[in-house]
């Protein structure tokens, strides 16, 4: 067991985002954000908020940060709305500690600071536990007991909305690991309402950013995210959000824009050319409505 931490729990982490330059100036990176990246970050996280409507005036957001490439780019582009924009809105900033190696930690806290995002960290021993009870497959547990403490820890704090920082891939990836894995058509979400939270949403304001350009941007900032600082699941069991990441990158060599239809699909579910579905957990059959039966409700 090479890989072994402190904890014992074992874990070999993902790729490496190398910085391609020093680390640049943070008032540099700021002005990046909103001019040279405007195109392909800026515009795009305005675009979901307001297509989506993420945020409304008086709401109080818990931006949930791992310290990973994407939770980062996220707080920073809520301090520049808040600067630039303008919805009257609060910041929290989230950090749970699942059981980061020390030096994890520490990474975590030195780049916030760097970047000047004041993070609440939270102690949550979710490794030991996840890997514990779900040993073979402790992502998901993982990730449902990290939804319940992020919106715990939220609440506390008075907020009502938690953002969390999946982006346009992690949209993709999930239609289609649910197509080709679970046989069924489901995406993820731009916002949901919390089942076991009173008055707390979920919200994704990154649903139209793609990967690459979050990598460029965090490289060319010369900032080191944390890279997957998982020590559970990391190769441990095949994972098959990288293995649908890649078979959509194969699929891109040959199909124009394969990205942008995948999303575009759960866009466009057409319900006269579906055999089935299933809604507020009842199942329904194309035969349910064949005849006249049950109706679904018409737009005025
Ligand atoms: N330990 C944590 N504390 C607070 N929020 C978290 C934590 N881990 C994940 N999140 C939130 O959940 C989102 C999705 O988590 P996931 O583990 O899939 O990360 P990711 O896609 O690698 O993103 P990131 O680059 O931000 O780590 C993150 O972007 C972040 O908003």
Known sequence: ?????????????????????????????????????????????????????????????GVAISGGKDSLLMAKLFQELKRHGQIEFELEFIALDPGYHEDIRKLLVENCEYLEIPVKIFDAGIFQVADKIASDYPCYMCARMRRGALYSRAQELGCNKISLGHHFNDVIETTMLNVLYS????????????????????????????????????????????????????????????????????????????????????????????????????????????DEGLEIPKRD
């Open 1 to 61: 067991m090479d890989n072994e931490n402190q904890n014992g729990v074992s874990g070999s982490g993902c790729e490496i985002l190398i910085p391609f330059n020093e680390r640049k100036p943070i008032r540099e990176i700021e002005r990046n954000l909103i001019k040279k990246y405007r195109k392909k970050i800026w515009s795009k996280f305005i675009k979901a908020i307001k297509d989506y409507e993420l945020i409304s005036p008086g709401d109080k957001i």
């Open 183 to 290: 046989g069924n058509f489901k995406t993820m979400l731009p916002k949901l309402k919390a089942s076991n939270f009173e008055n707390m949403e979920l919200i994704r304001p990154m649903y139209y950013i793609e990967e690459t350009d979050i990598q460029k941007f965090i490289q060319s900032s010369g900032i080191w995210p944390l890279n997957c600082a998982c020590m559970v699941a990391a190769k441990k069991i095949g994972n098959k959000r990288f293995e649908i990441k890649d078979l959509i990158e194969d699929f891109k060599q040959n199909f124009k824009n394969v990205d942008k239809s995948i999303f575009r699909a759960a866009q466009n579910v057409n319900m006269d050319g579906i055999l089935g579905f299933e809604k507020s957990g009842e199942k329904y059959s194309f035969l349910d409505f064949y």
